[in-house]
């Protein structure tokens, strides 16, 4: 049974950093690629970014390219994001996801396993 599991969010001003981690178990890491994605209150859930299997190459949302980075080690069985930058808008729930295929990393559809999810907050 897969498990992924958020930590590391919270309440930051504006101009701050966070990095938010996921430890995944029930899983081989290394055959999935990797996802976080964040829903703000009565909006759709929105891709921020995406990395391959080995963690060469990863994808962005526009909205948050430059300012976040997202790493993986399957070492350990963890994925995080880092996030510079803050801004008020930024403010949502960040969710972890896995994907075992070969669809786009960026829908959420392509998605077999997601975190319960972490509370991100910006003030301004």
């Known amino acids: 049974q897969a498990r992924l599991v958020e930590s590391g969010g919270g309440l930051v001003q504006a101009g701050d950093s966070l990095r938010l981690s996921c430890a995944v178990s029930?899983?081989?890491?290394?055959?999935?690629?990797m996802g976080w994605f964040r829903q703000a209150p009565g909006k759709e859930r929105k891709f921020v970014a995406g990395v391959e299997w080995s963690g060469t190459y990863s994808y962005y949302g526009d909205s948050v390219k430059g300012r976040f980075t997202v790493s993986r080690d399957n070492a350990k069985n963890s994925v995080a994001l880092q996030m510079t930058s803050l801004k008020p808008e930024d403010t949502a729930t960040y969710y972890c996801?896995?994907?075992?295929?070969?669809?786009?990393?960026?829908?959420?559809?392509?998605?077999?396993?997601w975190g319960q999810g972490i509370q991100v907050t910006v003030s301004s």
């Open positions: 029930g899983i081989t890491m290394k055959n999935y690629r």
């Open positions: 996801a896995a994907t075992s295929g070969w669809g786009n990393i960026k829908s959420l559809s392509s998605y077999n396993y």
